[in-house]
Protein backbone atom coordinates (compact mmCIF):
# COMPACT_ATOMS: atom_id res chain seq x y z
CA UNK A 1 0.00 0.00 0.00
CA UNK A 2 1.47 3.27 -0.87
CA UNK A 3 0.79 6.27 1.31
CA UNK A 4 -0.45 8.30 -1.98
CA UNK A 5 -3.10 5.29 -2.52
CA UNK A 6 -5.85 6.90 -0.10
CA UNK A 7 -5.92 8.89 -3.27
CA UNK A 8 -6.78 6.67 -5.73
CA UNK A 9 -8.83 4.76 -3.15
CA UNK A 10 -11.61 7.59 -3.77
CA UNK A 11 -12.57 6.20 -7.07
CA UNK A 12 -14.33 3.33 -7.26
CA UNK A 13 -12.14 0.31 -8.53
CA UNK A 14 -13.06 0.18 -12.56
CA UNK A 15 -13.16 -3.67 -12.99
CA UNK A 16 -16.16 -3.58 -10.49
CA UNK A 17 -18.56 -1.59 -12.49
CA UNK A 18 -17.56 -3.51 -15.44
CA UNK A 19 -18.26 -6.55 -13.73
CA UNK A 20 -21.73 -5.38 -12.18
CA UNK A 21 -22.86 -3.77 -15.54
CA UNK A 22 -21.69 -7.03 -17.41
CA UNK A 23 -23.38 -9.14 -15.00
CA UNK A 24 -26.86 -7.42 -15.55
CA UNK A 25 -26.23 -6.87 -19.66
CA UNK A 26 -25.24 -10.78 -20.54
CA UNK A 27 -28.29 -11.83 -17.84
CA UNK A 28 -30.58 -9.82 -19.67
CA UNK A 29 -29.33 -10.84 -23.29
CA UNK A 30 -29.21 -14.49 -22.32
CA UNK A 31 -32.89 -14.35 -21.32
CA UNK A 32 -33.59 -12.87 -24.80
CA UNK A 33 -31.99 -15.23 -26.04
CA UNK A 34 -33.72 -17.31 -28.76
CA UNK A 35 -36.64 -15.55 -28.55
CA UNK A 36 -38.65 -14.59 -31.46
CA UNK A 37 -36.73 -11.50 -33.83
CA UNK A 38 -40.31 -9.37 -33.34
CA UNK A 39 -40.12 -9.18 -29.45
CA UNK A 40 -37.71 -5.06 -29.69
CA UNK A 41 -40.40 -4.32 -33.13
CA UNK A 42 -43.51 -5.54 -30.34
CA UNK A 43 -42.06 -3.53 -27.79
CA UNK A 44 -41.54 -0.08 -29.76
CA UNK A 45 -44.79 -0.24 -30.87
CA UNK A 46 -46.40 -0.88 -27.37
CA UNK A 47 -44.33 2.29 -26.34
CA UNK A 48 -45.47 4.18 -29.35
CA UNK A 49 -49.47 3.19 -28.14
CA UNK A 50 -48.63 3.70 -24.23
CA UNK A 51 -46.59 7.70 -24.94
CA UNK A 52 -49.65 8.59 -27.11
CA UNK A 53 -51.55 9.08 -23.65
CA UNK A 54 -48.77 8.73 -21.05
CA UNK A 55 -45.37 10.49 -21.18
CA UNK A 56 -43.37 7.23 -20.17
CA UNK A 57 -39.66 6.92 -20.51
CA UNK A 58 -38.15 4.92 -23.46
CA UNK A 59 -37.27 2.37 -21.25
CA UNK A 60 -40.29 1.95 -19.51
CA UNK A 61 -41.66 -1.24 -20.98
CA UNK A 62 -40.32 -4.70 -20.78
CA UNK A 63 -41.45 -6.81 -22.69
CA UNK A 64 -40.95 -10.60 -21.56
CA UNK A 65 -41.28 -14.33 -23.23
CA UNK A 66 -41.07 -17.27 -21.34
CA UNK A 67 -41.44 -20.47 -21.84
CA UNK A 68 -43.59 -23.34 -19.84
CA UNK A 69 -42.76 -26.38 -21.86
CA UNK A 70 -46.19 -26.17 -23.55
CA UNK A 71 -47.61 -22.81 -23.80
CA UNK A 72 -45.34 -19.40 -23.75
CA UNK A 73 -45.88 -16.02 -21.68
CA UNK A 74 -45.63 -12.73 -23.26
CA UNK A 75 -45.16 -10.25 -20.11
CA UNK A 76 -45.22 -6.80 -20.58
CA UNK A 77 -44.20 -4.71 -18.06
CA UNK A 78 -44.53 -0.55 -18.16
CA UNK A 79 -43.75 1.91 -15.36
CA UNK A 80 -45.58 4.74 -15.28
CA UNK A 81 -44.35 8.08 -14.23
CA UNK A 82 -45.36 8.23 -10.18
CA UNK A 83 -46.98 11.27 -10.16
CA UNK A 84 -49.55 10.23 -13.32
CA UNK A 85 -51.96 8.86 -10.49
CA UNK A 86 -54.79 7.39 -13.12
CA UNK A 87 -52.60 4.79 -14.14
CA UNK A 88 -50.33 2.82 -12.07
CA UNK A 89 -48.52 -0.69 -11.90
CA UNK A 90 -48.14 -3.26 -14.37
CA UNK A 91 -50.13 -5.11 -17.85
CA UNK A 92 -50.03 -8.62 -17.77
CA UNK A 93 -51.20 -10.53 -20.98
CA UNK A 94 -51.04 -14.32 -21.17
CA UNK A 95 -51.63 -16.76 -24.53
CA UNK B 1 -8.37 -11.88 -60.09
CA UNK B 2 -6.98 -13.14 -56.56
CA UNK B 3 -4.85 -15.60 -58.41
CA UNK B 4 -3.30 -13.48 -60.68
CA UNK B 5 -2.34 -11.29 -57.60
CA UNK B 6 -0.52 -14.80 -56.11
CA UNK B 7 0.81 -15.91 -59.23
CA UNK B 8 2.81 -12.53 -59.40
CA UNK B 9 3.65 -12.48 -56.09
CA UNK B 10 5.35 -16.47 -56.44
CA UNK B 11 6.72 -15.51 -59.61
CA UNK B 12 8.53 -12.71 -57.74
CA UNK B 13 9.43 -15.05 -54.76
CA UNK B 14 10.77 -17.51 -57.24
CA UNK B 15 9.33 -19.94 -55.41
CA UNK B 16 6.69 -21.52 -57.53
CA UNK B 17 7.58 -25.23 -58.79
CA UNK B 18 6.11 -25.62 -62.88
CA UNK B 19 3.16 -27.75 -62.31
CA UNK B 20 2.20 -25.06 -59.54
CA UNK B 21 2.21 -27.40 -56.04
CA UNK B 22 2.97 -25.86 -53.08
CA UNK B 23 7.10 -25.51 -52.12
CA UNK B 24 7.65 -28.13 -49.57
CA UNK B 25 3.77 -29.37 -49.03
CA UNK B 26 2.11 -30.76 -51.86
CA UNK B 27 3.88 -33.66 -53.01
CA UNK B 28 4.30 -35.70 -49.82
CA UNK B 29 1.97 -34.50 -47.92
CA UNK B 30 -0.78 -36.19 -45.71
CA UNK B 31 -0.42 -39.60 -44.45
CA UNK B 32 1.86 -42.70 -45.07
CA UNK B 33 4.55 -41.22 -43.47
CA UNK B 34 5.74 -44.06 -41.14
CA UNK B 35 8.48 -41.71 -39.61
CA UNK B 36 5.29 -39.81 -38.81
CA UNK B 37 4.89 -39.81 -34.48
CA UNK B 38 1.29 -39.90 -35.24
CA UNK B 39 1.44 -43.11 -37.82
CA UNK B 40 1.56 -45.55 -34.77
CA UNK B 41 -1.02 -43.61 -32.94
CA UNK B 42 -3.64 -43.57 -35.87
CA UNK B 43 -2.60 -47.74 -36.46
CA UNK B 44 -3.58 -48.83 -33.06
CA UNK B 45 -7.00 -46.66 -32.61
CA UNK B 46 -7.71 -46.45 -36.18
CA UNK B 47 -11.33 -45.64 -35.18
CA UNK B 48 -9.98 -42.35 -33.80
CA UNK B 49 -11.84 -39.42 -35.30
CA UNK B 50 -10.21 -35.58 -35.58
CA UNK B 51 -11.51 -33.48 -33.29
CA UNK B 52 -12.74 -30.56 -34.41
CA UNK B 53 -11.33 -27.41 -32.41
CA UNK B 54 -13.17 -23.88 -33.12
CA UNK B 55 -10.84 -20.77 -31.79
CA UNK B 56 -13.67 -17.88 -31.79
CA UNK B 57 -14.81 -14.08 -29.67
CA UNK B 58 -16.53 -12.74 -31.81
CA UNK B 59 -14.69 -9.33 -31.21
CA UNK B 60 -11.83 -8.69 -33.22
CA UNK B 61 -8.11 -8.16 -32.03
CA UNK B 62 -8.81 -9.77 -29.27
CA UNK B 63 -5.89 -12.75 -29.91
CA UNK B 64 -8.10 -15.21 -32.34
CA UNK B 65 -5.39 -16.13 -34.53
CA UNK B 66 -2.16 -15.79 -32.02
CA UNK B 67 -3.83 -18.29 -30.44
CA UNK B 68 -4.64 -20.63 -33.03
CA UNK B 69 -1.17 -20.53 -34.05
CA UNK B 70 0.11 -22.04 -30.50
CA UNK B 71 -2.78 -24.59 -29.82
CA UNK B 72 -1.94 -25.95 -33.31
CA UNK B 73 1.88 -25.90 -32.71
CA UNK B 74 1.51 -27.01 -29.00
CA UNK B 75 -0.97 -29.72 -30.29
CA UNK B 76 2.08 -30.82 -33.70
CA UNK B 77 4.94 -30.68 -30.88
CA UNK B 78 3.30 -33.58 -29.27
CA UNK B 79 3.26 -35.85 -32.49
CA UNK B 80 -0.45 -34.85 -32.89
CA UNK B 81 -1.09 -34.74 -36.53
CA UNK B 82 -2.43 -30.87 -36.99
CA UNK B 83 -4.32 -28.84 -39.58
CA UNK B 84 -5.09 -25.36 -38.99
CA UNK B 85 -7.40 -23.51 -41.30
CA UNK B 86 -7.59 -19.93 -42.02
CA UNK B 87 -11.76 -18.87 -41.71
CA UNK B 88 -11.23 -15.31 -42.04
CA UNK B 89 -12.05 -14.98 -46.07
CA UNK B 90 -10.71 -12.11 -47.49
CA UNK B 91 -8.62 -11.32 -44.70
CA UNK B 92 -5.59 -13.61 -44.57
CA UNK B 93 -3.81 -13.38 -41.78
CA UNK B 94 -2.57 -16.86 -39.84
CA UNK B 95 -0.20 -17.64 -42.97
CA UNK B 96 1.74 -14.24 -41.68
CA UNK B 97 1.99 -15.59 -37.74
CA UNK B 98 2.99 -18.89 -38.50
CA UNK B 99 5.50 -17.53 -41.11
CA UNK B 100 4.12 -19.00 -44.10
CA UNK B 101 3.24 -16.51 -46.24
CA UNK B 102 5.34 -16.56 -49.07
CA UNK B 103 4.54 -19.98 -49.57
CA UNK B 104 0.97 -20.09 -50.00
CA UNK B 105 -0.25 -21.09 -53.70
CA UNK B 106 -3.64 -22.65 -52.82
CA UNK B 107 -6.30 -21.64 -50.44
CA UNK B 108 -9.34 -22.93 -48.78
CA UNK B 109 -11.63 -21.51 -50.89
CA UNK B 110 -9.60 -23.19 -54.04
CA UNK B 111 -10.23 -26.71 -52.53
CA UNK B 112 -13.78 -25.93 -52.12
CA UNK B 113 -14.45 -24.75 -55.70
CA UNK B 114 -12.42 -28.12 -56.96
CA UNK B 115 -9.82 -25.77 -58.08
CA UNK B 116 -6.84 -27.67 -56.65
CA UNK B 117 -6.86 -30.78 -54.30
CA UNK B 118 -6.45 -30.78 -50.49
CA UNK B 119 -2.71 -31.67 -50.66
CA UNK B 120 -1.90 -29.25 -52.70
CA UNK B 121 -3.55 -26.63 -50.89
CA UNK B 122 -1.47 -27.38 -47.47
CA UNK B 123 1.12 -26.39 -46.59
CA UNK B 124 3.64 -28.18 -44.29
CA UNK B 125 5.28 -26.36 -41.39
CA UNK B 126 8.77 -25.67 -41.69
CA UNK B 127 9.72 -26.75 -38.41
CA UNK B 128 6.87 -29.63 -37.17
CA UNK B 129 6.41 -32.12 -39.89
CA UNK B 130 2.93 -32.92 -38.77
CA UNK B 131 1.53 -29.24 -39.17
CA UNK B 132 -0.30 -28.41 -42.14
CA UNK B 133 -1.78 -24.77 -42.69
CA UNK B 134 -4.67 -24.22 -45.16
CA UNK B 135 -4.28 -20.45 -45.68
CA UNK B 136 -7.92 -18.06 -46.40
CA UNK B 137 -8.90 -17.14 -49.80
CA UNK B 138 -8.18 -13.03 -50.79
CA UNK B 139 -11.33 -13.25 -52.44
CA UNK B 140 -13.77 -10.52 -51.52
CA UNK B 141 -16.54 -12.93 -52.21
CA UNK B 142 -18.88 -13.48 -48.82
CA UNK B 143 -20.32 -16.27 -50.59
CA UNK B 144 -16.87 -18.01 -51.49
CA UNK B 145 -17.26 -20.38 -48.06
CA UNK B 146 -20.26 -22.85 -48.09
CA UNK B 147 -21.31 -25.67 -45.75
CA UNK B 148 -21.03 -28.66 -47.71
CA UNK B 149 -17.81 -27.27 -49.31
CA UNK B 150 -16.13 -27.20 -45.38
CA UNK B 151 -17.52 -30.20 -44.50
CA UNK B 152 -15.83 -31.66 -47.25
CA UNK B 153 -12.59 -30.27 -46.54
CA UNK B 154 -12.93 -31.52 -43.01
CA UNK B 155 -14.15 -34.89 -44.05
CA UNK B 156 -11.25 -35.05 -46.03
CA UNK B 157 -8.39 -34.74 -43.16
CA UNK B 158 -10.74 -36.88 -40.84
CA UNK B 159 -9.96 -39.61 -43.47
CA UNK B 160 -6.50 -38.38 -43.68
CA UNK B 161 -5.66 -39.49 -40.26
CA UNK B 162 -5.51 -35.93 -38.70
CA UNK B 163 -6.01 -36.21 -35.42
CA UNK B 164 -6.53 -32.13 -34.51
CA UNK B 165 -8.24 -29.72 -36.96
CA UNK B 166 -7.75 -26.41 -35.48
CA UNK B 167 -10.64 -23.23 -37.13
CA UNK B 168 -9.30 -20.16 -36.68
CA UNK B 169 -12.49 -18.40 -37.08
CA UNK B 170 -12.81 -14.24 -38.19
CA UNK B 171 -14.77 -12.04 -35.79
CA UNK B 172 -18.15 -11.43 -36.17
CA UNK B 173 -20.80 -13.69 -36.08
CA UNK B 174 -21.49 -13.81 -39.74
CA UNK B 175 -21.06 -16.77 -42.63
CA UNK B 176 -17.19 -17.35 -42.33
CA UNK B 177 -17.38 -17.21 -37.80
CA UNK B 178 -20.54 -19.43 -38.49
CA UNK B 179 -18.90 -21.91 -40.64
CA UNK B 180 -16.09 -21.76 -38.31
CA UNK B 181 -17.67 -23.06 -35.77
CA UNK B 182 -20.33 -25.13 -37.06
CA UNK B 183 -18.86 -28.52 -37.22
CA UNK B 184 -16.78 -28.18 -33.75
CA UNK B 185 -16.25 -30.54 -31.10
CA UNK B 186 -14.87 -27.85 -29.10
CA UNK B 187 -14.44 -24.18 -28.36
CA UNK B 188 -11.96 -21.85 -27.10
CA UNK B 189 -13.22 -19.01 -26.82
CA UNK B 190 -10.69 -16.05 -26.60
CA UNK B 191 -11.58 -13.25 -24.23
CA UNK B 192 -9.86 -10.21 -22.69
CA UNK B 193 -10.68 -8.54 -19.62
CA UNK B 194 -12.81 -5.92 -21.08
CA UNK B 195 -16.53 -5.44 -21.14
CA UNK B 196 -16.93 -5.79 -25.00
CA UNK B 197 -14.95 -8.95 -25.60
CA UNK B 198 -17.11 -10.16 -22.42
CA UNK B 199 -20.31 -9.59 -23.88
CA UNK B 200 -19.66 -10.59 -27.15
CA UNK B 201 -17.77 -13.62 -26.03
CA UNK B 202 -21.50 -14.64 -24.26
CA UNK B 203 -23.46 -13.99 -27.84
CA UNK B 204 -20.80 -16.82 -29.07
CA UNK B 205 -21.39 -19.20 -26.41
CA UNK B 206 -24.71 -18.91 -26.96
CA UNK B 207 -24.36 -19.50 -30.64
CA UNK B 208 -22.08 -22.71 -29.79
CA UNK B 209 -25.39 -24.05 -27.99
CA UNK B 210 -27.62 -23.18 -30.43
CA UNK B 211 -26.11 -23.16 -33.84
CA UNK B 212 -23.54 -25.95 -34.58
CA UNK B 213 -24.28 -29.27 -36.00
CA UNK B 214 -24.14 -30.99 -32.38
CA UNK B 215 -26.74 -28.60 -31.48
CA UNK B 216 -28.75 -29.52 -34.50
CA UNK B 217 -28.60 -33.00 -34.10
CA UNK B 218 -28.90 -32.95 -30.86
CA UNK B 219 -25.90 -34.56 -29.54
CA UNK B 220 -23.33 -34.05 -26.84
CA UNK B 221 -22.41 -29.93 -26.81
CA UNK B 222 -19.88 -28.30 -27.68
CA UNK B 223 -17.26 -28.35 -25.22
CA UNK B 224 -16.53 -24.52 -24.15
CA UNK B 225 -13.14 -23.11 -23.20
CA UNK B 226 -12.29 -19.71 -21.84
CA UNK B 227 -9.12 -18.46 -22.93
CA UNK B 228 -8.22 -14.96 -21.20
CA UNK B 229 -5.50 -13.06 -22.79
CA UNK B 230 -3.96 -9.76 -22.41
CA UNK B 231 -3.93 -10.49 -18.31
CA UNK B 232 -2.25 -7.86 -16.56
CA UNK B 233 -2.08 -9.39 -13.16
CA UNK B 234 -0.48 -5.40 -11.43
CA UNK B 235 -3.73 -4.03 -12.86
CA UNK B 236 -6.11 -6.84 -11.83
CA UNK B 237 -4.72 -5.96 -8.56
CA UNK B 238 -5.45 -2.38 -8.90
CA UNK B 239 -8.89 -2.95 -9.97
CA UNK B 240 -8.55 -1.24 -12.96
CA UNK B 241 -8.98 -5.03 -14.94
CA UNK B 242 -11.47 -7.87 -14.16
CA UNK B 243 -9.88 -10.72 -12.77
CA UNK B 244 -10.24 -14.36 -13.96
CA UNK B 245 -12.89 -15.50 -11.22
CA UNK B 246 -14.82 -12.08 -12.34
CA UNK B 247 -14.75 -13.26 -16.03
CA UNK B 248 -15.53 -17.22 -15.52
CA UNK B 249 -18.65 -15.70 -13.06
CA UNK B 250 -19.94 -13.96 -15.47
CA UNK B 251 -19.69 -16.60 -18.58
CA UNK B 252 -19.66 -19.33 -16.54
CA UNK B 253 -17.47 -21.44 -17.89
CA UNK B 254 -14.19 -22.63 -16.89
CA UNK B 255 -10.83 -21.32 -18.25
CA UNK B 256 -8.64 -23.39 -19.55
CA UNK B 257 -5.63 -20.88 -20.19
CA UNK B 258 -4.80 -17.93 -19.26
CA UNK B 259 -1.98 -15.51 -21.11
CA UNK B 260 -0.89 -12.86 -19.64
CA UNK B 261 -0.04 -9.40 -22.06
CA UNK B 262 3.46 -9.72 -22.56
CA UNK B 263 6.10 -8.39 -25.32
CA UNK B 264 6.61 -11.66 -26.84
CA UNK B 265 3.23 -11.93 -28.40
CA UNK B 266 4.29 -9.08 -30.75
CA UNK B 267 8.07 -9.98 -30.83
CA UNK B 268 6.68 -13.63 -31.86
CA UNK B 269 4.30 -12.10 -34.39
CA UNK B 270 6.88 -9.62 -36.29
CA UNK B 271 8.75 -12.90 -36.70
CA UNK B 272 6.22 -15.33 -37.72
CA UNK B 273 7.72 -17.52 -35.03
CA UNK B 274 4.36 -18.68 -32.71
CA UNK B 275 4.54 -17.19 -29.32
CA UNK B 276 4.24 -20.58 -28.02
CA UNK B 277 7.83 -21.27 -29.49
CA UNK B 278 9.70 -18.64 -27.27
CA UNK B 279 10.18 -20.98 -24.05
CA UNK B 280 11.55 -17.60 -22.97
CA UNK B 281 8.67 -15.30 -22.99
CA UNK B 282 5.71 -15.89 -20.32
CA UNK B 283 2.64 -15.80 -23.06
CA UNK B 284 4.66 -18.67 -24.87
CA UNK B 285 4.39 -20.91 -21.70
CA UNK B 286 1.70 -19.95 -20.36
CA UNK B 287 -0.11 -21.34 -24.31
CA UNK B 288 2.26 -24.98 -23.32
CA UNK B 289 0.36 -24.63 -20.30
CA UNK B 290 -3.08 -24.31 -22.63
CA UNK B 291 -2.55 -26.62 -25.05
CA UNK B 292 -1.25 -29.05 -21.96
CA UNK B 293 -5.11 -28.33 -19.98
CA UNK B 294 -6.80 -29.10 -23.59
CA UNK B 295 -5.36 -32.58 -23.64
CA UNK B 296 -6.40 -32.97 -20.44
CA UNK B 297 -3.59 -32.54 -18.37
CA UNK B 298 -3.68 -30.52 -14.56
CA UNK B 299 -1.33 -27.38 -14.39
CA UNK B 300 -2.11 -24.89 -12.21
CA UNK B 301 -2.15 -21.73 -13.66
CA UNK B 302 1.10 -19.47 -13.82
CA UNK B 303 2.08 -15.42 -14.74
CA UNK B 304 -1.38 -14.59 -12.35
CA UNK B 305 0.40 -12.59 -9.40
CA UNK B 306 1.73 -9.42 -10.42
CA UNK B 307 5.45 -8.73 -9.97
CA UNK B 308 7.14 -8.02 -6.30
CA UNK B 309 7.12 -4.38 -5.95
CA UNK B 310 10.59 -2.63 -4.81
CA UNK B 311 10.84 0.00 -1.90
CA UNK B 312 10.18 3.00 -4.05
CA UNK B 313 6.72 1.55 -5.71
CA UNK B 314 5.61 0.47 -2.48
CA UNK B 315 5.94 4.16 -0.85
CA UNK B 316 4.52 6.00 -3.79
CA UNK B 317 2.59 3.55 -5.63
CA UNK B 318 3.32 2.83 -9.02
Not at chain 2, 277 to 305: K, P
Request: with cysteine.
Amino acid sequence: MGIFDFLRSRHKASASIAKERLRIIVAQERSQRGAPDYLPLLRREILEVIRKYVNVDMEAVDVHLENDGTHSVLELSVALPGQSAELTGGLRAEG
Amino acid sequence: MNHEAENDDRNAEGELSGDGTQESGAPQPVPSDSRSPTAGIAATGAEKLAEIIVVTSGKGGVGKTTSSASIAVGLARRGKKVAVIDFDVGLRNLDLILGCERRVVYDFVNVIHGECTLKQALIKDKRHDTLFVLAASQTRDKDALTKEGVERVLTELRDEGFDYIVCDSPAGIEKGAYLAMYFADCAVVVVNPEVSSVRDSDRILGLLASKTRRAELGAAPVAQHLLLTRYNPARVINGDMMSIDDVKDILGIEVVGVIPESEGVLAASNAGVPVILDDESNAGQAYEDAVARLLGEQRTMRFIDAPKKGLFSRLFGG
